[in-house]
Nanobody, 123 residues
Framework: VQLQASGGGLVQAGGSLRLSCATS????????VGWFRQAPGKEREFVAS????????DYTDSVKERFTISRERASSTVYLQMNSLKPEDTAVYYC?????????????????WGRGTLVTVSS
């Protein structure tokens, strides 16, 4: 099973990035997908999740109104649009496929994890 996260990079505070998570139909079509991030010296934390059919979205408080998660079922790709980026958003971002159809904030709810993509926000 391969998950490929991409779209990270260096951006100034206030800027935007869109992360992509390429999955496979077999892996994710009936499963929720989430984004997590891990900053240097910190634990991996939940960022956002989307249910299998996209009808339920969940965000951690610090990114609400700034980040948007979405999924394109035809290509089995999940996106994280990040606007108004702040230096504290700097982290390696990971996408993950859940065991179930419903979204969750718990790391142990996710079965497959991709390699991360680095987001660096300069002040």
């Amino acid at each position: 099973v391969q998950l490929q996260a991409s779209g990270g990079g260096l951006v100034q505070a206030g800027g935007s990035l869109r992360l992509s998570c390429a999955t496979s139909r077999r892996t994710s079509s009936n499963n929720a997908v989430g984004w997590f991030r891990q900053a240097p010296g910190k634990e991996r934390e939940f960022v956002a999740s989307i249910s299998w059919n996209g009808d339920r979205l969940d965000y951690t408080d610090s990114v609400k109104e700034r980040f948007t998660i979405s999924r394109e079922r035809a290509s089995s790709t999940v996106y994280l649009q990040m606007n108004s980026l702040k230096p504290e958003d700097t982290a390696v971002y990971y996408c993950a496929v859940a065991y179930s159809a419903q979204a969750s904030q718990r790391r142990d709810s996710y079965r497959y994890w991709g390699r991360g993509t680095l987001v660096t926000v300069s002040s």
